[in-house]
């Protein structure tokens, strides 16, 4: 099947040294005269069943590192899934509710408490026993709420006299109960307008717990308001009689105890 030039320069006994397959289908043993460049010329019809090994699979070397470069690990946490997110926030307001819910009992159990003790009655501590102390203490601080208060009430009642003041008409005329007196109870007559009345009125609503105005900033508020150039339009207002001569009076024993207490 095969014809070999004459011109070749191997014997049969080199072949027969070689197994067929490495001809064929690989390459010659080292000692073979088939693999130089010259041999191979000298037998084309060998060489076309002659495969180089360059044309086969390529193994890789699976200890050798990717040259390609590594991407870096993302360091934020996955976003939350849907029914994740709706979860937590099924959680949190579950959480806020029972908190609301709690605070609303508490606050409901002092204030039973406080009406108990408004009633007379003594508080019992976590053994059933009488809580004296508590009580007691529970007492005084109903007290001085009461008393805040009440001067609450009497400060915001003068500020709503003066306020009704500005809007009478300058054509109305006023009386000596129109004006708003620094004092408590509002005065029957000038008799009852005292130095003494007029600073616990403007004073003690200061002592509220929570009150940020300060004893300098309400005489000089004071001062402002019972100015005379502002008084005078007021007692021009008043009929003339009785009530204005009272009036007058009024307004000069303010000014002047406003102005001892800015002193």
Known sequence: ??????????????????????????????????TSEKQKQAAPGLGYFVFNNAGSEPT???????????????TERPAPTAPAAAADDHVAEEEARLRKRTEEQAAEAVRG???????????????????VERTKFMREELKLRDHEEALAQQWGA?????????????????SFTDIPWPVHPPPRSVDDITAKKIEAFLT??????????????RIRASLLRWHPDKMTKVVQRVAEGEDRSSVEKGIAVVTQSIHSMNR
């Open 1 to 34: 099947m095969f014809s070999f030039s004459p011109s070749s320069s191997f014997s049969f006994d080199e072949l027969n040294h070689s197994s067929s397959a490495d001809v064929l289908f690989g390459s010659p043993s080292k000692k073979s005269a088939y």
């Open 60 to 74: 890789h070397d699976t200890q050798r590192p990717s040259t390609q470069p590594s991407l870096p690990r993302s």
């Open 204 to 217: 003690e609503p200061l002592t509220i717990r929570g009150t940020k105005t300060t004893r300098k900033e």
């Open 158 to 174: 003068y500020e709503d006299a003066w306020r009704r003041l500005a809007h009478f008409r300058d054509s109305s005329s006023l």
């Open 113 to 131: 408490e406080e009406a108990w003790v408004r009633m007379g009655g003594t508080l019992m501590d976590a053994r059933g026993r009488r809580d």
